[in-house]
């Protein structure tokens, strides 16, 4: 006898998560011990990252990691890269009640190429908009994803921990452990006002971002985030 499935609408949708700071803030350090948090609870755990998550974003990747740019272009790239993520894995997860993990969303896009390079805000939350709205309309598969939010409502993360740690720290630990790439190679005072940016939409939206005081030892951290996602209501305490 086929097996029998709970029709995708009946699905509760799944946890979006995202995890965003400078470069060297440590988040990428957590991000395994997030989703084994997540799956000793039962829940099923689609890791990935932006830019990234598809073949095309993973292209878009290695550019914007590697050609030299416009900010404009960054920009545009970067949420090329998420449309395409957002059709391909988020949604669809989503929607089928996985919960997702993701390795930087639009907060970095608001830091980096908005406080960092200077693209204004404005322009930003344009394409956030055209980008990350409407997918109750987008296919079958997207049908439930936005479950309980309002058509048209921007496909945010539910909760986003922000690793913050002075500049001076994370270039610190950068310098002990890579070789950089575009974005590591550049001056503190980018950082300072990356650092900036977080700090910022983290005031914009309290609910949702919760800050993470990564300046502190491994284990220490990853207490704090496990902490965190429980006060979300994410993990069972
Ligand atoms: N709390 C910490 N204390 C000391 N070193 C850390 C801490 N968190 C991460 N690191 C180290 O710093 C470097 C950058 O960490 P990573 O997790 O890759 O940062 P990110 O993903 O934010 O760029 C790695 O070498 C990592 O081992
Ligand atoms: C998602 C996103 C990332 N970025 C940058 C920030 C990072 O420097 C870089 C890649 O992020 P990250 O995954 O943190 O790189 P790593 O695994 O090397 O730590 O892309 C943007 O500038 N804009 C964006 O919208």
Redesign the pocket.
Known sequence: MAARQTPAAARPRGWFISVEGI?GAG??SHIEAIAQALQAQGQRVCLT???GGTPLGEQLRHL??HQDMDAWA?TLL?FAARRQHLREVIVPALAEGVCVVC????D??YA??GSGHGVPWQAIAQLERWVQSGWLAVGAGAATAAGDRPEGALLEPDCTLWFDVPPEVAAQRLQQARTP?R??GQARAFFERVAQGYARRATQAPARIVRIDAHAPLPQVQERVLAALAQQGILRA
């Open positions: 470069d988040k990428s990252r932006e830019p914007l990691l960054e970067a390795d930087r969303y639009t970095a896009t980096y190429q790439d974005f590591e």
